[in-house]
């Protein structure tokens, strides 16, 4: 699904640039073999700060949220808490 939105208008509008089949291609294999080196490199400092946070805080250390994605669509995100304890209800 490709859209965008323009948000001073209130609309959703065709997307610009290559959709050439082999330029997406392209894109794609890029973007997951960068995501994947970028996760083996800082795979170390994640584990770091997992351990970090099980010791020094409170609760679990890591946080589940729901977002809104590409053309609103929801996902489910992890992250390590950074804020106080059951902010999420305040």
Known sequence: MHC????????????AGNRSP?????????DIVGALALLVLFAPIMLATLVVLTFT?????????????HCGE???MLKF?????NAEVI
């Open 81 to 85: 808490r950074t804020m106080v304890l």
């Open 22 to 30: 082999w330029y997406l291609l392209a894109k794609r294999t890029f």
């Open 57 to 69: 805080t409170r609760g679990r250390p890591i946080f589940r949220q729901e977002r809104l994605g």
């Open 4 to 15: 965008s939105f323009d948000l001073a208008a209130g609309v959703v509008v065709a997307p």
């Open 74 to 76: 929801r996902f489910g």
